[in-house]
Structure formats: structure tokens, C-alpha cells
């Protein structure tokens, strides 16, 4: 009798207790619709969506781009999980517009930065260019508010510095942002 009892007891309680757990508010950054929605990938894919744009019929199709880590704008030898993660999505959407993308973390003639990515400046970006053949390379900075990050990414010609193109737009600091904006 005493088992009737509990399991009665537990077939009523079943539904409260998946009422309780259907009703617990999920973290911003655990659930998929707060991820899948969020503007990280749109913004770097339409960002090189503009730079293939402004690029069509200045390139060669035999010849690959390299792209250099994006750095923090007021320390151009560092940069974040967001600079590279920028720099990354980038090269991919470029790649899938159709151009060759040297991927440069497989070259081990490039000094790598320990925990930077590739960083190059301005005085480097001509020898590693004529070394891996490249006939541009893409660079960019961002700088940090309180609650913004604002993005500059260029295509160079390494042997003239001219800028062949180039966009500029904006991230709203949210959560996943700023946690790709902490230094590592």
C-alpha cells in the first residue's frame, strides 16, 4: 500500500517538477537562439561581402591574400580572442567569394606571437608578402568603448601600401563580445 501511495505521489508530482524546470531562465550565452542570432558572424561576413566587392577586378586569381590578426588600435602589438576570431571569419568569407586565402598559421617562416595570431606591421607586411608570393594582404584594427567595438579592416598592395579596399563598421559590446575582448 505504502508503495501505491508513493508511486501516486510521484506521478502528481511529475508535472510540478517539469513545470519548475521548463520555467528556468536560461543564460544569455547558453542557448542557441541567443547565439545563432547574434551578430558576430553577420557583421565579419559582411564586412568581407564589401571588401570582394570593392576587390572585383583588382586581383589576380593565381595569386593568394594573406590576412594579418586584427590588433587593438592603441597597442598595434596585441590583440584578442576577437581580433583573431575577426581575422579568421574574414579569410573564411573571402575564400568563399573565390579568392586564394594563404592560411598562415601553417607557414612556419612567420613569427608568431605567442597567444597574438599573426601580427604584422607595416615595415613587415612587404618581405612576408614577397615571400608567400601574396599580391595583398588584409590588416585592421578595432578600438573599444564602453559599449561599442569599432572595426577598420583594409586590403593593402604590399609593395605600394595603397589601400585597394576597405570597410569600417561596429559591434555592440554585448556579452560574448566582451568576453572575446579579455586578454589572454
Do not use: W
Amino acid at each position: 500500500m505504502l508503495t501505491k501511495s508513493l508511486a501516486r505521489a510521484g506521478v502528481l508530482a511529475l508535472p510540478l517538477l517539469l513545470a519548475a524546470c521548463s520555467s528556468t531562465p536560461k543564460s544569455e550565452e547558453g542557448n542557441y537562439s541567443t547565439i545563432s542570432s547574434n551578430q558576430f558572424i553577420n557583421a565579419n561576413y559582411k564586412a568581407a561581402d564589401a571588401l570582394l566587392q570593392q576587390l572585383s577586378g583588382k586581383l589576380v586569381a593565381d595569386k593568394p591574400l594573406i590576412v594579418a590578426t586584427m590588433v587593438n588600435i592603441d597597442a598595434l602589438d596585441q590583440t584578442t580572442t576577437l581580433g583573431r576570431l575577426v581575422s579568421e571569419q574574414v579569410s573564411t568569407r573571402m575564400a568563399q567569394g573565390g579568392l586564394s586565402m594563404l592560411e598562415m598559421k601553417l607557414r612556419n617562416s612567420v613569427y608568431l606571437k605567442r597567444n597574438q595570431g599573426e601580427l604584422m606591421l607595416t615595415r613587415e607586411i612587404g618581405e612576408v608578402a614577397t615571400s608567400h608570393n601574396a599580391q595583398a594582404i588584409v590588416v585592421g584594427s578595432y578600438a573599444e568603448t564602453s559599449d561599442m567595438v569599432f572595426i577598420n579592416i583594409k586590403v593593402i598592395q604590399p609593395n605600394t601600401n595603397f589601400v585597394l579596399a576597405g570597410t569600417d563598421y561596429v559591434l555592440a559590446k554585448e556579452a560574448i563580445v566582451r568576453s572575446m575582448l579579455q586578454r589572454n
